[in-house]
T-cell receptor, first 112, second 115 residues
Framework: KNQVEQSPQSLIILEGKNCTLQ??????????LRWYKQDTGRGPVSLTI???SENTKSNGRYTATLDADTKQSSLHITASQLSDSASYIC???????????WGAGTKLIIKP | GAGVSQTPSNKVTEKGKYVELRCDPI?????LYWYRQSLGQGPEFLIY????????DSGLPNDRFFAVRPEGSVSTLKIQRTERGDSAVYLC?????????????FGPGTRLTVL
């Protein structure tokens, strides 16, 4: 079954600290993996898109990694800010259709 | 417009009623997607349009759900005989083209509550 699992389910850290969110997937055939940020009451916003051949991709203080062999990805946030408080969702696209398989997200709370 | 817009932002209806949810994609975007998101979950795919036609409607849960995009721009998601289980946030997204690495831009969603 095509699934995307994320951990932890929620995370609280202090402003200025770093954190890493994890994503494991069993989607096949694999096309690409995306990380989205979703603020409460808003639609998701794309952070990164990584294809099979890409191991690392950065977007400002966000760095995503992908290990296509172990089917794992991580999102590392550096020097967290209060505005980073949101849900971070890992999404995998199958190569065979247009559907995106979504994880349940990690709810990140940054405390001052 | 500058982004994807959805109306209404909130909709409260009674069980058994008919509702329509509207999505205005970014101008020029040919691909349009509808998703449903329940509390604490990631979005669930419903239907994808390429232009005016539904290229993939395999995510629609049953025949009470229907969506149209008659002129290849605005789309309407229609739900007949609403049930309490239909309560969720309905998200619309659009992308410039439909390729494997297309970036989907999401609207703020319509929160549907069925009493």
């Amino acid at each position: 079954k095509n699934q995307v699992e994320q951990s932890p389910q929620s995370l609280i850290i202090l402003e200025g600290k770093n954190c890493t969110l994890q994503c494991n997937y069993t989607v096949s055939p694999f096309s690409n993996l995306r990380w989205y940020k979703q603020d409460t009451g808003r639609g998701p916003v794309s952070l990164t898109i990584m294809t099979f051949s890409e191991n690392t991709k950065s977007n400002g203080r966000y760095t995503a990694t992908l290990d296509a062999d172990t089917k794992q990805s991580s999102l590392h946030i550096t020097a967290s800010q209060l505005s980073d408080s949101a849900s971070y969702i890992c999404v995998v696209r199958q190569d065979s259709n247009y559907q995106l398989i979504w994880g349940a997200g990690t709810k990140l709370i940054i405390k001052p | 417009g500058a982004g994807v817009s959805q109306t209404p932002s909130n909709k409260v209806t009674e069980k058994g009623k008919y509702v329509e949810l509207r999505c205005d994609p970014i101008s020029g975007h040919t691909a349009l997607y509808w998703y449903r998101q329940s509390l604490g979950q990631g979005p669930e795919f419903l239907i994808y349009f390429q232009g005016t036609g539904a290229a993939d409607d395999s995510g629609l849960p049953n025949d009470r759900f229907f969506a149209v995009r008659p002129e290849g721009s605005v789309s309407t998601l229609k739900i007949q005989r609403t049930e309490r289980g239909d309560s969720a946030v309905y998200l619309c997204a659009s992308s410039l083209i439909s390729g494997s690495t297309d970036t989907q831009y999401f609207g703020p969603g319509t929160r549907l509550t069925v009493l």
